[in-house]
């Protein structure tokens, strides 16, 4: 029976540095032979990518609901047209967001009922679920040095939501110890890979 393969997604506050560490962690894995696969939230489907469009575009005025609805929804096709099919090849998946973000964007950020969020994620990922979750942690100052591009629709947002955002990833964190591995935004980033890599080695039991 083939083995199943592993979900392992990336997440922080824009400019946290999260992107770098899944490009690290994607030279690691090839050098190691594994198979994988490189996604991003919202996107990597054309219907997930179309509504990415609409949920960044910074001429759109998108309610609190509506935005959440989007961000289901694009994941809802990601899960089930690319992650879990992957997931069942055996493949390793590395995904840029996931349902992480919701709660921390959507329930912390936008004050949405967070038990209301939690039931309508396990409706739309199914038996998708993360087995290993790196947060890059960065405060407000740091992520905004750090963009090196006109802001999206998210990214435009105040330093007042990005601090409940923050807050909000640090207490999923607290609460689930046993997947989220809490990573120091502000070091250099070869010194954060260096923690990546002996979580890696251990899940994959790699000596």
């Not at 004050?111 to 960065?138: A, K």
């Amino acid at each position: 029976m083939k083995k199943r393969g592993l979900l392992i997604t990336f997440e922080g506050i824009d400019g946290s540095g999260k992107t770098t560490q899944l490009t690290m962690t994607t030279g690691f894995l090839r050098k190691q032979g594994y198979r994988f696969l490189i996604l991003r939230e919202p996107g990597s489907t054309p219907v997930a990518e179309q509504i990415r469009k609409i949920l960044l575009g910074r001429e759109n005025k998108i309610g609190p609901a509506s935005e959440l609805l989007l961000y289901l929804a694009a994941r809802a096709d990601l899960a089930q047209k690319v992650i879990a099919p992957a997931l069942e090849r055996g493949v390793i998946v590395l995904c840029d967001r996931f349902y992480d973000s919701t709660m921390a964007y959507q329930g912390y950020g936008r004050g949405l009922d967070i038990p209301l969020i939690e039931r309508l994620n396990g409706l739309v990922i199914g038996r998708v679920r993360p087995n290993l979750t790196f947060l890059v942690d960065v405060d407000y100052q740091t992520s905004l040095k750090r963009r090196k591009r006109e802001s999206d629709r998210l990214e435009s947002e105040s330093r007042a939501f990005f601090d409940r955002v923050r807050c909000g990833f640090l207490a999923i964190a607290q609460k689930e110890k046993k997947r989220i591995v809490v990573l120091d935004g502000k070091k250099p980033a070869e010194d954060i890979f260096a923690e990546v890599e002996i979580c890696l080695r251990k899940k994959l039991n790699i000596r």
